[in-house]
């Protein structure tokens, strides 16, 4: 047996010390490198061969090949001149190619063993069952799927003919005629029916390798397995499977080094094969973080991450999944989809959105979260109202989910396939609303359609109308609605003949309608039509024990509109939340998540305290209001309020130069709201000045 002393532990020595240490007919006796954390070292001190950082003492023992990798010229002609003159002297070069002729067989086998356990590994991780036989019609691969839908152990179809485990496969035939057959349903031993696709496998100078044939359960939906081999076997068949995705797919080992993509990969991020095999698993991304590198550091599969890959900073979503085997991280394989055709079938989806948003409900009561009381018993009502053609008043504050009722309602009720038309009643002037509601005829006014148009309430008609904000219709709508109500008809702006409509009317309000009813701005008449079912939807002060299962639905729906991957939500942050008093209701709670999320560290997945951003504590604003406190007033309440209302509405007129519009604006009121507050309050232009 020949001696050899490596000179050089970098890379190329580390790779040529892996490939002696494996052959029976020379033995390293020595690693030499001038840096001690050189990888060739660490692996020599492993194996318990002898290191160093000088050569030179290790030069005069008895050595037959002196191995230079270091790719130093100078250390080369030392080495030259020192050595001994029965030594012989090596480039890295030469000897790599000397080892790998001396140990083809070797490497082969472990080549093959590689390449073996790489295509079980994706070939087991499939739904679908795939079997491989060679030229003799031997079994050479029967992966899990297979041997599930079978019933055969595949340890036991391993090495037999095809025949004695699926009796009436037609495997030989494509031996024999070298022909594919696709999408043919067999049923196999033991009853199960399914579906396959049986290929030749051909080598690269036209030798008949084997068959392929892949199958599923006819009852089953399941997509093909987007894994990769190099196995030269069936490389042929992988390649065509692979060939056909317009994805590309990548896939790194567990060092984060990419070992393998498709030619769609190329085609989407313009990078060639030596641009990304054997780099970085960052190397294709022009925008973003490596969502390879986080797989691999929390083995947890990341889906639908926004990011721009290549040169041309190609705009994609990337899918990335861990590759375990018996707990042992593998690597990781990515799947990038382009988005550029997605992005232009969203624009076009979100415009048809646009058009129908007010022609459907999309929410149920399964959408209404809370077990709390007061949630439980509003819920109840609904569900009640909704099996029942009365009206229902949604009462309650600003962000409650008074919305969000209404859709459930309809939805629940036999009226659920027919239209949903939501309105909001202060965002339309009255006269744009009126015409909005009932439709007008031709000539109603100038600029009316020709024919005229249908109201909403017409279209509609069989399904249900939602008013939100009904606290703010003007006396003149009011009356119209009330005789809907009552009447069941409706007459067009400018039309006489009354048409009858059959609609379910849903109505909500956030301000105290008994208070319009006695300032006169509200028709009692209608107040009692709509009251007839009214249903209270408690503020989240008063459901806070409903807080953990909002937060929880909140960060499932901001990770789908963020591309973000948090899973939970700590205790601590939540003590913070229950803490606070929430004026905004569950809008503002959902404002709170979506700023946390927002500020969070890409590669954090529990929303901790430190994430909330300081809210006013619930203590520290009922020690504000004592620490207020003031001697009982003269006045009576409703007197202190609409004192401080005219006041306020004063100072806003001020700073607004007297603009009515952008008084209103600035005190969250609609202008016609404003001007009967000016009216109700003598407020003049002159008062402003």
């Known amino acids: 047996m020949q001696t050899v002393m490596i000179v050089g532990a970098g890379k190329g020595g580390s790779a040529i010390l892996k490939i002696l240490k494996e052959t029976a007919m020379l033995k390293v006796i020595a690693v030499v490198d001038h840096n001690i954390n050189a990888p060739g070292l660490l692996i020599a001190n492993e194996e318990g061969i002898p290191t160093g950082t000088d050569w030179r003492k290790f030069i005069m023992q008895d050595i037959d090949i002196i191995v230079e990798v270091t790719g130093n010229k100078d250390v080369f002609i030392e080495l030259r001149e020192t050595k001994r003159k029965d030594s012989v002297l090596i480039p890295g070069s030469v000897a790599a190619l000397i080892a790998n002729l001396i140990e083809e067989k070797e490497e082969l086998i472990t080549n093959i063993q590689n390449e073996k356990y790489k295509h079980d590994l994706i070939f087991n991780s499939t739904g679908d069952g795939m079997i491989v036989i060679n030229k003799h019609c031997e079994i050479i691969l029967f992966n899990k799927s297979a041997e599930r839908m079978t019933g055969t152990n595949r340890n036991e179809a391993i090495g037999r003919h095809i025949l004695d485990v699926i009796s009436n496969s037609e495997l030989p035939r494509v031996l024999e005629t070298r022909r594919t057959y696709s999408n043919q349903e067999l049923v196999l031993n033991n009853g199960v029916k399914i579906i396959t696709t049986r290929i030749p496998m051909v080598g690269e100078n036209n030798e008949l390798i084997g068959a392929f044939a892949v199958f599923k359960d006819i009852t089953e939906v399941m997509n093909l397995a987007e894994e990769i081999t190099n196995l030269k076997e069936i490389q042929t068949m992988l390649q065509a499977i692979i060939h056909s995705s317009d994805e590309a797919i990548s896939v790194v080992d567990e060092n984060g080094r990419g070992i393998l993509i498709n030619p769609a990969y190329s085609r989407i991020t313009g990078l060639r094969e030596d641009e990304v095999i054997g780099k970085p698993a960052n190397a294709d991304i022009s925008e973003g973080e490596s969502v390879h590198m986080k797989v691999l550091q929390t083995r947890r599969a990341v889906r639908g991450v926004a990011m721009r890959v290549g040169p041309n900073k190609k705009e994609v979503i990337v899918n990335v999944a861990p590759v375990i085997v018996d707990g042992k991280l593998k690597g990781s394989v990515g799947v990038i989809h382009d988005v550029s055709e997605i992005k232009i079938l969203n624009r076009e989806l979100n415009q048809a959105r646009q058009i129908i948003r007010n022609l459907e409900a999309k929410y149920s009561f399964d959408d209404i979260i809370g077990n709390s009381e007061e949630m439980t018993i509003a819920i109840e009502q609904a569900r009640l109202g909704a099996k029942t053609p009365a009206t229902v008043l ?296």
Request: a positive charge.
């Open 394 to 689: 949604l009462r309650g504050e600003s962000g409650t989910g008074k919305e969000l009722f209404a859709h459930a309602i309809h939805n629940g009720s036999d009226r659920k396939y027919n239209k949903f038309i939501r309105v909001n009643c202060a965002a339309l002037s009255e006269t744009l609303l009126e015409s909005e509601l009932f439709g007008y005829e031709e000539g109603a006014f100038s600029g009316a359609k020709r024919g005229g148009k249908r109201g909403l309430f017409e279209e509609a008609n069989n399904g249900s109308i939602f008013l939100d904000e009904i606290g703010e219709l003007s006396a003149n709508t009011q009356a119209k609605l009330l005789r809907v109500l009552q009447e069941r008809e409706i007459t067009r702006v400018g039309g006489t003949k009354p048409i009858q409509i059959n609609v379910r009317v849903i109505a909500a309000t956030n301000v105290n309608l008994e208070k319009g009813i006695a300032n006169g701005t509200f028709r009692e008449d209608l107040y009692y039509r709509l009251n007839r079912m009214p249903i209270h939807i408690p503020p989240l002060r008063k459901r806070k024990q409903d807080i953990p299962l909002l937060c929880n639905r909140l960060i499932q729906k901001i990770n789908q509109e963020y591309g973000r991957n948090v899973e939970q939500i700590s205790q601590s942050a939540l003590n913070k939340l229950m803490l606070y008093d929430w004026p905004g209701n569950v809008r503002e709670l959902d404002n709170i998540l979506g700023r946390a999320i927002i500020f969070m560290n890409y590669n954090e997945n529990v929303l901790d305290e430190a994430h909330v951003p300081e809210l006013i504590k619930i203590n520290d604003k009922t020690q504000n209001e004592n620490e207020s406190k003031e001697a009982v007033p003269n006045q009576t309440l409703n007197q202190m309020l609409e004192q401080y209302e005219k006041e306020l509405i004063l100072q806003t007129l001020k700073r607004s130069a007297g603009n009515k519009t952008i008084t209103a604006k600035s005190l969250g009121l609609s202008v016609r709201n404003l001007y009967y507050k000016l009216e109700k309050y003598g407020i003049a232009n002159n008062s402003m000045q």
